[in-house]
C-alpha cells in the first residue's frame, strides 16, 4: 500500500510538473513569435526597438521557468535584470543561453506538455467507455485509437483493456516526460561556468543579511514581550509584596488579601514567560513532534484546517522550529485576513528539502506589502536558505510555498 502511494504522489507530481511546463511553453511560443517578427522586421530597421524588450519578456519567461524547476529540484539561481543597450544584451552569457533555450521549450517543451497531460485523459476515457457506449453513435462516438466498431459491451470491455494499456503508459511514461521538458532548462538556465559561484555568493550574502534582521526581529519581539508584560508582572508583584509586609501588623486580613493579589500577578507573570519561552523554540515539537505540533495549531484554528504529514525522518529542530511558525503565522493571517472556510496544511520531505504549503479558499489578493506577517515569514524561510511562493489572485484561492533545506 506504501509502495501504491509513493507511485500515486510521483504521477500526480509529475502531472503538475508537466502542467506547468506548459503554461511556461506557451509563454515562450508567445516570445519565440514575437523574436521572429522582430527579426524578420530588424534588416528594415522597424524591428530594432523591439529587440530589448523582446529580450526582457525572454528574461521574464526563462525566470518563470526557473523558479518552477527550483520548486520541482535543485535551484535554478536566476540574474539579475538584462543589461542595457542591444549590444550589451546581446552578449550577456545569460541571455544567449536563454535564446538557445527558447525554441526547444516553446517547440519540444509544449508538445511534450501536451502529450504526457492526454494521456491520463486517454486512460480515463477508454477505461470508463463500457459506462458510456450506448450513448454515443457507433459509428461517429467511438475514443481515439479505437479501429473497430464498438456494437456491444464486449466491444466496449476491449475499449476498456485499451484504457488500461493507456493507463500503464501514463503511470510509466508521465515521469519520464516531465524530465525531458524539464531538461532544457536545467542544462541551458543554470548560469554558465564560473559565473554560478559569483551568483551563489551573492545570494548567500543576500541570504545572511535576512538572517540576521530576522534575528534581531526575533530579539526585539522577545524584549518587547518580556519588558511589557512579564516585567510589568513582577513589579507589580513587588509593590504588592511590599504593601503586604506594611499591612501585616496594622490590618492581617488586608494583608492576605494582598498577598492573594501579588500571588495572581505572580502566576499571570509565569504564564507570559512561559509564552515567551514557547515562542523561542515550542515545547511541543520535542514533546510530540513537528505532526503533533500541528495538529495542536489546527485544533487551535478558528478556521477548519486539515494537516496531512508525510515525513518518515525528522529534521533539526531549527528546521521543524521554523516550518511550526510559518503554519502558525499562516493560519493567524488566514482567520484574521482570508475570510476562509477551509485550510489545508501539507508537510512532506522531498529529498533534502521540507516542503510546506498552506492553502485556503479565501477571498485572496495576499500582498506582503500590505504588512499581514508575510515580509515576517519570508525572513525566517530565508534565513536557511529557504524559499517562498505566495499564489494568491484576487477572489482566491490563496497558496502559500514554503522549502526548508533539511539536509539528507
Not at 463500457?130 to 459509428?139: H, S
Not at 543554470?190 to 554560478?196: F, Y
Not at 513587588?238 to 490590618?251: C, E, H, K, M, S
Not at 533539526?316 to 472556510?341: D, P, R
Request: aromatic letters at 6%; glycine letters at 10%.
Amino acid at each position: 500500500m506504501s509502495w501504491l502511494r509513493a507511485r500515486v504522489r510521483v504521477l500526480v507530481g509529475a502531472l503538475e510538473h508537466l502542467a506547468g511546463g506548459l503554461g511556461t511553453a506557451a509563454l515562450a511560443f508567445g516570445v519565440l513569435l514575437w523574436a521572429l517578427v522582430v527579426a524578420l522586421a530588424s534588416p528594415a530597421g522597424v524591428g530594432l526597438p523591439l529587440a530589448h524588450p523582446a529580450l526582457r519578456g525572454l528574461r521574464a519567461v526563462a525566470d518563470r521557468e526557473r523558479a518552477r524547476l527550483t520548486r520541482w529540484g535543485p535551484a535554478v539561481l536566476a540574474p539579475g535584470p538584462v543589461p542595457g543597450g542591444l549590444r550589451a544584451a546581446i552578449q550577456d552569457p545569460f541571455v544567449r543561453r536563454e535564446l538557445a533555450w527558447l525554441p526547444l521549450h516553446g517547440l519540444l517543451g509544449f508538445l511534450v506538455g501536451v502529450f504526457g497531460l492526454a494521456l491520463p485523459l486517454y486512460a480515463v476515457q477508454d477505461l470508463t467507455f463500457p459506462l458510456w457506449y450506448r450513448f454515443v453513435d457507433p459509428d461517429q462516438g467511438r475514443p481515439s485509437f479505437v479501429l473497430w466498431r464498438v456494437d456491444s459491451l464486449a466491444d466496449a470491455l476491449w475499449v476498456a483493456v485499451l484504457g488500461l494499456g493507456w493507463l500503464v503508459a501514463t503511470v510509466a511514461a508521465v515521469p519520464l516526460l516531465a524530465r525531458v521538458q524539464a531538461a532544457p532548462g536545467r542544462r541551458l538556465l543554470s548560469p554558465p561556468p564560473g559565473i554560478d559561484l559569483s551568483l551563489r555568493v551573492a545570494e548567500l550574502t543576500a541570504t545572511r543579511a535576512a538572517a540576521l534582521d530576522a534575528h534581531a526581529v526575533e530579539l526585539r519581539r522577545i524584549e518587547r514581550s518580556l519588558h511589557d508584560g512579564t516585567q510589568n508582572r513582577l513589579v507589580a508583584v513587588t509593590v504588592l509584596l511590599g504593601a503586604a509586609r506594611r499591612a501585616r501588623q496594622r490590618d492581617p486580613a488586608r494583608a492576605d488579601e494582598i498577598l492573594g493579589q501579588a500571588q495572581d500577578a505572580a502566576e499571570q507573570a509565569l504564564g507570559e514567560l512561559r509564552t515567551v519561552v514557547r515562542g523561542i523554540l515550542p515545547p511541543v515539537l520535542d514533546d510530540r513532534g513537528l505532526s503533533g505540533a500541528l495538529d495542536g495549531l489546527a485544533a487551535s484554528c478558528a478556521v477548519p484546517c486539515r494537516v496531512v504529514v508525510d515525513v518518515s525522518v525528522r529534521c533539526a529542530a531549527s528546521v521543524e522550529a521554523t516550518a511550526y511558525f510559518v503554519v502558525a503565522e499562516a493560519l493567524t493571517n488566514v482567520v484574521k485576513h482570508s475570510g476562509a472556510s477551509e485550510v489545508t496544511v501539507a508537510v512532506r520531505r522531498e529529498r533534502e528539502r521540507l516542503v510546506v504549503v498552506v492553502d485556503d479558499d479565501g477571498r485572496g489578493g495576499a500582498d506582503e506589502a500590505r504588512g499581514s506577517g508575510l515580509t515576517g515569514i519570508r525572513r525566517r524561510v530565508e534565513a536557511f536558505d529557504g524559499r517562498l511562493t505566495l499564489t494568491s489572485p484576487p477572489g482566491g484561492p490563496t497558496r502559500m510555498w514554503v522549502e526548508l533545506p533539511c539536509g539528507s
